[in-house]
T-cell receptor
């Protein structure tokens, strides 16, 4: 089976940097994705890492270490609108199946 | 942009009723998925489909079935609704991409309450 672990809650100050970690156990690993979900909204795709290293997209970066079964999402210059839940998700190939973690609720405070 | 549309935002049904949740996507995606989302449990995969008339069980298929008669439409069926099926149901679609991607587009969700 597959399992993912991420912190349930994180609080950070506006303008700061926050890192949300994700560790996983899976077979047939292809890559790690990150999704953002605001309260009452649909999850939206943020990033995907198939190879080791850091991928940067604006204020958001995502990192993967396949040997450590570990990844993280880095949010810089935090804004109040970044308050949301963030899910890591393992892509295990085959028929494009993605397994989600239980989510990290990020609260950005002034 | 890809649009995934779920037919109802809120739904209230009685125990034992047969319930249909409809999902339509407009970008010719091969893959479609049904998840349920519950507090503290994240998103759990119920069923998915990678082609018309094809379906695969996810992690929690019990009590559910699906139908995909057309590429753009994927229906989730609760054969006999029970209170433990009260949840937020999310439909998603994605392109078939060998070896990577997994970038799903989600619908806005259907919050189903079974009383």
């Amino acid at each position: 089976g597959q399992s993912l672990e991420q912190p349930s809650e994180v609080t950070a100050v506006e303008g700061a940097i926050v890192q949300i970690n994700c560790t996983y156990q899976t077979s047939g690993f292809y890559g790690l994705s990150w999704y953002q979900q605001h309260d009452g909204g649909a999850p939206t795709f943020l990033s995907y890492n198939a190879l080791d290293g850091l991928e940067e997209t604006g204020r958001f970066s995502s990192f993967l270490s396949r040997s450590d079964s570990y990844g993280y999402l880095l949010l810089q210059e935090l804004q109040m609108k970044d308050s949301a839940s963030y899910f890591c998700a393992v892509f295990s190939g085959g028929y494009q199946k993605v397994t989600f973690g239980t989510g990290t609720k990020l609260q950005v405070i002034p | 942009d890809v649009k995934v549309t779920q037919s109802s935002r809120y739904l209230v049904k009685r125990t034992g009723e047969k319930v249909f949740l409809e999902c339509v996507q407009d970008m010719d995606h091969e893959n479609m998925f049904w998840y349920r989302q519950d507090p503290g449990l994240g998103l759990r995969l119920i069923y998915f489909s990678y082609d018309v008339k094809m379906k695969e069980k996810g992690d929690i298929p019990e009590g559910y079935s699906v139908s995909r008669e057309k590429k753009e439409r994927f229906s989730l069926i609760l054969e006999s609704a029970s209170t433990n099926q009260t949840s937020m149901y999310l439909c998603a679609s994605s392109l078939w991409q060998s070896g990577g991607g997994g970038g799903y587009t989600f619908g806005s969700g259907t919050r189903l309450t079974v009383v």
